[in-house]
């Protein structure tokens, strides 16, 4: 049973416009959530994260945004650039636990 | 500062062939993981430690062996390779576990296994 669910395999945003990536969680012991884009033939990078306690996240172009009674985040990348063009994969932990549970991940294609 | 480093970046296997993927990282972390990425999957953790001459089991572990002899160093074996362990491996490492888990990723080892 997938816990992380991104139901957006992929996504074309016009450069310039804003990317919104969604994903939902099943389980309510997540009180911790990140955000990690991947460009082929490379590792995950660290983009954003948010705690259970807040709502909002912000960083420069990128916000994420958390409802918990809803169990859904997004992350939104305002202006999105050609360089945004990368794989997004949302995470999950819950407390005390080790290790991160993903989503599949969404493709973000930012068109010129 | 190198960050996390996998060695090897690819390894073609056959069918019950041993193999060792090694990881490395500079950063003076605790804790470190290893997880598999299929194709249209996200990502699996296999094996993770949190310390030195610690492991324990991850989501997927059937199949793998890990060892943290030395804080830096996390290894991965597979004693006996099957064709369900094809994947692209990454090895991760943070300073704290839970909540502000940042995880620093490798760039990744892939392996077939005919």
């Known amino acids: 049973d997938q816990q992380v669910k991104q139901n957006s395999p992929s996504l074309s945003v016009q450069e310039g416009r804003i990317s919104i990536l969604n994903c939902d969680y099943t389980n309510s012991m997540f009180d911790y959530f990140l955000w990690y884009k991947k460009y082929p033939a490379e590792g995950p990078t660290f983009l954003i994260s948010?705690?259970?306690?807040?709502d909002k996240n912000e960083d420069g172009r990128f916000t994420v945004f958390l409802n918990k009674s809803a169990k859904h985040l997004s992350l939104h990348i305002v202006p999105s650039q050609p360089g945004d063009s990368a794989v997004y994969f949302c995470?999950?932990?819950?407390?005390?636990?080790?290790?991160?549970?993903f989503g599949k991940g969404t493709h973000l294609i930012i068109q010129p | 500062n190198a960050g996390v480093t996998q060695t090897p970046k690819f390894r073609v296997l056959k069918t019950g062939q041993s193999m060792t993927l090694l990881c490395a990282q500079d950063?003076?972390?605790?804790?470190m993981y290893w997880y598999r990425q299929d194709p249209g999957m996200g990502l699996r953790l296999i094996h993770y430690s949190v310390g030195e001459g610690t492991t324990a089991k991850g989501e997927v572990p059937d199949g793998y062996n890990v060892s943290r002899l030395k804080k830096q160093n996390f290894l991965l074996g597979l004693e006996s390779a099957a064709p369900s362990q094809t994947s692209v491996y990454f090895c991760?490492?943070?300073?704290?576990?839970?909540?502000?888990?940042?995880?620093?990723f490798g760039p990744g080892t892939r392996l077939t296994v005919l």
């Open positions: 948010i705690s259970s306690i807040k």
């Open positions: 995470a999950a932990i819950a407390g005390g636990a080790d290790g991160l549970t």
């Open positions: 991760a490492s943070s300073a704290l576990a839970g909540a502000g888990n940042e995880q620093f």
């Open positions: 950063m003076n972390h605790e804790y």
